[in-house]
Structure formats: C-alpha cells, structure tokens
C-alpha cells in the first residue's frame, strides 16, 4: 500500500524521522534545511507538511506549496513563524502542539524568577574563581522572591501553570487577560487587573501570551517605566513581545532589577551581545520545552494531528 506523502523543509531528528517515516513517505531535503523552491517540489503530491518554529512559512512560501497540500503540521505552541490568514486564504489547515509543554515550560519560568532574583549568574562567576564566601555585602544581594507579588500576562494553560507553581512560593497573584472572571481568580489564587497596575505593582512580571500585532513590543520603554526599580521580568513565550533595546537601556540604567529570558527578537539570529552580556540579564537559548519528556510528547503529538488529518481529515489541534 502506498504511504501518503508528508513534505518537511529540515532533516528531521532520528526520533521523530523515524516514527513519521513508518507511516508516510517523508520527503526530506538533501541538506540540513531546504529554501522555499526545494520546499515546493518536496510537497507535491503531499496532503500536509511538516514544519517547526525556525522554518518561517510565510505569505510567498504558503503561495508556492502545490495545490494537494491541506495541513500545516507545526510542533510547538507558538504559530507566529506561520501566516495563518496566508493559509487560510489557500483552504488550508494549521495545527500545533499544546499543552504538552506546559509543565516543562512552567518550571523554566519559575527558575527564571528565582536565579535572576537571587543573582545566581553573578553567584556561580564568583564561585568560577574559587571564592567561598562572596556576596557579602549590601550591593551584591538579591531579593526574596517567597511573599512578593508576582504579575502574570497571559493568563492561558502557562500563566495558570506558572500561578500554581508561585502560590508554593505564597506570591500574591496578580494577571491580565482579555477574558478575565471570578471563576479564574478563584482558579488561579489571584486577581485580574489592568495591565498598566500590573507593571506598577509587581515585583516579579512574567510574560505568557501569544505573539500578535498587539502584542509587538506590549513591553516598551513606556512600559518599563512603570516597573519598580526592584522588579524581574521573565520572558518565555515570544521575543518581540519585549522592545529589546528599550529593556537594555533600562537595564543599564538599574531602572529594573533584572530580566530573565528563553526568547528574543533577534530570533533565528544570535542574542544581540548589549543584552546577553548585562551581569542582571539571564539569558537561556530557547530550551525552556529542552526535555525528554517535553520533546517526547510534543512529537507524539505533531504525528497524531497528522494522522487524524489522514484519516478524518482534520488534525486534533486545528488552529486554523
């Protein structure tokens, strides 16, 4: 029996590559990655293609997919890399892979939180040199995070996620959402206000909503300003979220404490060195989903969306 045709514009890993291949004719490029012709030609005759959050699948590169192309099969949460409005117009469909992050993507959030509030990075250099006892004096301490106010923007599967891991650290719960309610303030231990009162108010910020032309730069220097001088921001869920440089400058000028981030702007590219260099920016490269269990779970997932596409002829986790 012929095996239906998925196309994919990378050389998959051997996990994954191995499962889809038992189950469908995988076209793959010859090197690591294929640029949007080679794409094209991979996908005729394919019902759907398989993409990941580095391969932006643009307007120009929807346009060039042949005509039996139906479903972009995308592994990750995030959909932002895809043109969902591009896709739609062609009649196809767009899934992804949510909830199976969650736990793994919480946990780095809090780790966040706690290192850049305790100044770990500036701990572990000093212990590079061998110091036992550094820190000692006022100017190098921290700041407690059990007990403070924690704001959280987004208040989806992660925020809620991130909100149960805090009240273990009895943070006072503050969120923003366009779909507030008192059945989620019960849900969460917390309470929605507005977003500009969130900045004002919390000592820690962590960002978990989706990346939108709304929410483009929603941290900016204005933003900023409303922050305490002793508050974190966290960021895992998209980098253009925050203007970069305007976070820099704060920064630098101690107009907030500290900021941790898995997620930048200058994504697929290198984090700009002004950021990564500050001594009270953490910095991660993107390995907040970085686990077994999360990377097992999210490709079970991307290959059940494409069978139930084969064989009910939609995916589980239809975005579009």
């Not at 590559?17 to 005729?44: C, I, N, S, W």
């Not at 001594?279 to 989903?289: D, I, R, T």
Request: net charge negative.
């Amino acid at each position: 029996m012929t095996k239906p045709i998925l196309a994919c514009p990378r050389r998959l890993p051997q996990t994954l590559g191995l499962a889809m291949r038992a189950k469908y004719d995988v076209r793959e490029p010859d090197g690591d990655t294929a640029d949007r012709a080679e794409f094209a030609r991979l996908a005729q005759g394919a019902g759907a293609v398989f993409v990941t959050a580095f391969d932006e699948t643009d307007a120009d590169t929807i346009g060039a997919m042949p005509e039996s192309v139906r479903l972009i099969a995308s592994i990750g949460v995030g959909v932002d890399h895809i043109d969902l409005e591009a896709a739609k117009a062609r009649g196809m469909m767009v899934s992804n892979t949510p909830e199976v992050t969650t736990p793994c993507l919480a946990d780095t959030a809090m780790g966040l939180i706690i290192a850049a509030c305790r100044r770990f990075r500036e701990g572990l250099d000093i212990a590079m040199t061998g110091e036992g006892r550094g820190m000692l004096t006022p100017e190098s301490w921290g700041v407690r995070v059990t007990g403070r106010t924690l704001g959280i923007v987004g208040m989806g599967n992660m925020g809620r996620a991130v909100a149960t891991r805090a009240r273990a650290f009895d943070m006072e719960i503050l969120y923003n959402t366009p779909r507030p309610s008192a059945e989620l303030d019960a849900e969460v231990g917390g309470k929605s206000v507005d977003l500009e009162t969130l900045l004002k108010t919390s000592d820690v910020v962590s960002l978990h909503c989706p990346l939108k032309p709304e929410t483009y730069h929603l941290i900016d220097a204005d933003a900023l300003s409303l922050m305490k001088p002793t508050a974190v921001i966290v960021n895992i869920s998209r980098g253009p979220i925050i203007d970069e440089l305007a976070l820099i400058d704060a920064l630098k000028a101690g107009r907030i404490f500290a900021a941790g981030l898995d997620v930048f702007e200058t994504e697929p590219g290198p984090i700009r060195e002004d950021l990564r260099m500050l001594p009270n920016a953490y910095c991660l490269p993107h390995v907040a989903s970085a686990t077994m269990e999360s990377r097992m779970a999210m490709a079970a997932r991307v290959l059940d969306n494409i069978d139930a596409f084969y064989v009910d002829g939609a995916p589980k986790d239809r975005v579009v």
